[in-house]
């Protein structure tokens, strides 16, 4: 496989600590090195771009920003849709983070923070190696809006979308009394509403969710089923509310319980899912919530607008030569993506419904289930790899952190200017609940010292119940860590939410004294 690794100093932010044109030298292997000033800029994709075309690249590593500020920012993402357009399949492009991860929390230290990233690319190129190419499956866009919420700004975005020629349907929930602001300003848009043949109100429970953006499945209480390309949350900022929505949704919350913007800067009304978008302040001032309905609108006809959707099928597969048929993933999938297959009596995807979360596959007894995004071939190598990274002193312990809240309080945490040993290893998953006890012993017997798990709060979990069910996993595998000569302290669990920033990484900082104290190293 021909991989290009393109390094980026972040406009001096990463090459300040790390020493990122000795670490290109260490990569002269493979079929193409570059560094840039900011692999962001339009020369640098445009270059980027140029040389997966001359060089026939497979696969590429970004080593630069966090992954995060790639979905966070606006058209910060764009990178990927030019490589995919370029020709490199979705799951061979790996990031790594240098800014926040290795530059910010170990500026003090050079020499170990250009190690670190060292290990850190290695992880990435091995991501890359060993994953093969994700399916793509195209979506023709349903050009109907469900509207949650019949809010001022829910009201202002459904006018809009039903006069670009979208149908519109309003739901509230029983006991939850629409808001229809006794403002003169707002009645002539409701009467434009009530009196247009493409909006339906409706008062109803949501019993089902799923599907892509374009094309997502509901079901009502009342038996009600339909199809609908986006989704707009344009309910008052109430968490009693916001609970009876979020099994659904999946939608990220912050500390007060209610749903959060992706960026309050640059993503104001969208969500960490694509295709679901809210307006936060939704019964707010008329003047403060029409530009965000606007917005919200212009979004929605972008997303919906223009020819079918590609998705990228990041789902849970199954390997029948090893299935035993238990059932026990169905058991496990809150989602009911998991399946007993009628002829073969073996296990099965729904890949509409599947997230993609690794919770399957942690519960799998006979290892049948795999993750496409992250392999187990490849998480074994990665903690093999970052294991090898060589302390300068103190303990080394595995930071596993999630997508959800575990990498953002790591990411918060070099923004914030917390610095902290290099010896911190991170592995990012995609849910806690991929954390699997072979995993963690895996991590003991390549001689780290102890192992940090920083996954979301419960009720704060975008895969429902990941964290939960890691919770009951690890904690009933401290007896079996006890038997191997490992103390069970020697595993800590942190459960944290993405606004309480860098909670984990400071825990993960009294851990490490903690492990100074026992002295040695683990017995795995």
């Known amino acids: 496989m021909n991989v290009g690794l393109f390094l980026s100093r972040v406009d001096g932010a990463v090459s300040s600590t790390v020493d990122l044109d000795s670490l290109a030298k260490k990569y002269k292997d493979l079929a193409s090195v570059k560094v840039y000033d900011n692999l962001l800029s339009g020369a640098s994709q445009k270059s980027i771009i140029d040389e997966v075309a001359a060089k026939k690249l497979d696969g590429v590593v970004l080593a630069g920003q966090s992954p995060l500020f790639y979905k966070k920012t606006r058209n910060a993402d764009r990178i990927f849709g030019l490589l995919r357009e370029a020709g490199v399949n979705p799951n061979l492009i790996a990031t790594v983070n240098m800014k926040e991860q290795v530059a910010m929390p170990h500026r003090s230290h050079p020499k170990e923070a250009t190690a670190k990233a060292k290990v850190m690319i290695d992880v990435a190129i091995q991501k890359v190696m060993m994953s093969k190419p994700v399916e793509l499956v195209g979506v023709t866009p349903k050009r109907r809006v469900l509207v949650i919420g019949t809010t001022v700004a829910g009201l202002f975005a459904g006018q809009g979308l039903a006069a670009m020629g979208y149908e519109v349907e309003f739901l509230d929930l029983p006991g939850r009394e629409p808001v229809r602001a006794a403002n003169e300003a707002v009645t002539p848009t409701l009467a434009y509403l009530q009196n247009s043949p493409r909006v339906s109100f409706v008062v109803s429970e949501i019993t089902d969710f799923y599907g892509y953006p374009g094309n997502f499945r509901i079901a009502h209480a009342d038996g009600r089923k339909l199809r609908v390309g986006a989704v707009i949350v344009a309910i008052p900022e109430d968490a009693e509310y916001t609970d009876k929505l979020y099994p659904y949704l999946r939608l990220e919350r912050n500390d007060n319980g209610t749903f959060m913007n992706l960026h309050a800067d640059t993503a104001t009304v969208e969500t960490a899912q694509p295709g679901i978008f809210m307006l936060p302040g939704a019964d707010a001032d008329i003047t403060k919530v029409i530009p965000l309905a606007d917005s919200a609108c212009a979004l929605v006809d972008g997303l919906l607008g223009h020819g079918d959707i590609q998705h990228e099928l990041f789902v849970s597969e199954v390997d029948e030569s090893v299935c035993g048929g238990c059932g026990t993933c169905i058991k496990t999938c809150i989602f009911g993506a998991a399946e007993l297959d009628p002829v073969t009596k073996l296990s099965s995807t729904n890949f509409k419904r599947c997230v993609g979360c690794g919770n399957c596959v942690s519960a799998c007894p006979t290892g049948a289930r795999e993750q496409v ?9 990665a903690i093999k790899t970052l294991a090898s990274y060589k302390a300068s002193k103190g303990p080394k312990v595995l930071f596993l952190a999630c997508e959800g809240c575990g990498m953002p309080g ?25 954390i699997d006890t072979q995993l963690i012993l895996d991590a ?8 940090a798990i920083c996954k979301c709060k419960n009720d704060h979990c975008l895969n429902i119940v990941g964290n939960v069910d890691l919770d009951r996993r690890a904690n009933l595998f401290r007896a079996v860590l006890k038997s191997r000569g490992i103390e069970s302290e020697r595993l800590r669990i942190f459960g944290t939410i993405e606004c309480e920033g860098g909670y984990c990484v400071e825990n993960t900082v009294s851990f490490m004294d903690y492990l100074k104290g026992l002295g040695g190293h683990s017995n795995g």
């Open 373 to 381: 995004s992250a392999t187990t071939a490849y998480l074994v190598s």
């Open 410 to 434: 790591l990411d918060y945490a070099g923004k914030k200017g917390v610095e902290y040993t290099a010896n911190v290893l991170p592995l990012v998953v995609r849910c806690a609940g991929r």
């Open 444 to 451: 003991f017997r390549e001689g780290f010292d102890g192992v």
